[in-house]
């Protein structure tokens, strides 16, 4: 089983260019996420999806652009990138969400840094 | 403040030692989540606990949700290297359907020395 699946792995940016981190999922869940994690500061909300089509912003939106047009896929857009954006994103999917008691299923991660 | 408290914030042991972390919620966990993290890697899944007093155990971890539902402990009997990582503990903390949000504790890190 793929589980959740992140591309790339690493990748490094030039303030101010744009990329987009891929995430998929083939899980048939419906909840999906993407987290930063920043040393010693646990994973802080950018952006979920409680289902193809439908998404809003976490508690870290800003510089961030996110879409879910297929159950499968939620890929995350940076654009503009900036220095405080260097971070490890993962994304995550549960079938239910919490109140549903499902846990989250995390990607491997994207390690990005942006100089 | 964080709502999730962990504690320790990291831990060295020596192989074949037990030892136990912490997690400390000011408010009712309807739901808490174990998970583990190798460096470079993502975040595996171990256990989830829902009800109070609930335990669970794998290989030599076991987790345990205190009656009030407020606090998390997780136990691993006979320490390995191949424990060492970051231990971060998840939860739901909303009563109610619909809600989607799942706040973390900043996690424990854990060194086993062979």
């Known amino acids: 089983n793929a589980g959740v699946t992140q591309t790339p792995k690493f990748r490094i940016l030039k303030i101010g260019q744009s990329m987009t981190l891929q995430c998929a999922q083939d899980?048939?869940?419906?909840?999906m996420y993407w987290y930063r994690q920043d040393p010693g500061m646990g994973l802080k909300l950018i952006y979920y999806s409680v289902g193809a089509g439908i998404t809003d912003k976490g508690e870290v939106p800003n510089g961030y652009n996110v879409s879910r047009s297929t159950t499968e896929d939620f890929p995350l857009r940076l654009e503009l990138a900036a220095p405080s954006q260097t971070s490890v994103y993962f994304c995550?999917?549960?079938?239910?969400?919490?109140?549903?008691?499902?846990?989250?299923?995390f990607g491997n991660g994207t390690r990005l840094t942006v100089t | 403040s964080q709502e999730l408290e962990q504690s320790p914030q990291s831990l060295i042991v020596q192989e074949g030692k037990n030892l136990t972390i912490n997690c400390t919620s000011s408010k009712t966990l309807y739901g808490l989540y174990w998970y583990k993290q190798k460096y470079g890697e993502g975040l595996i899944f171990l256990m989830m606990?829902?009800?109070?007093?609930e335990e669970k155990s794998h290989e030599k971890i076991t987790a345990k949700l205190d009656e009030k539902k407020q606090q998390s402990s997780l136990h691993i009997t006979a320490s390995q290297p191949s424990h060492a990582g970051i231990y971060l503990c998840?939860?739901?903390?909303?009563?109610?359907?619909?809600?989607?949000?799942?706040?973390f504790g900043t996690g424990t890190r854990l060194k086993v020395l062979a």
């Open positions: 606990l829902q009800k109070g007093g």
């Open positions: 995550a999917s549960s079938y239910s969400g919490p109140s549903g008691g499902s846990p989250l299923h």
């Open positions: 998840g939860a739901n903390t909303s009563p109610t359907s619909g809600t989607y949000k799942y706040i």
């Open positions: 899980m048939n869940h419906n909840y």
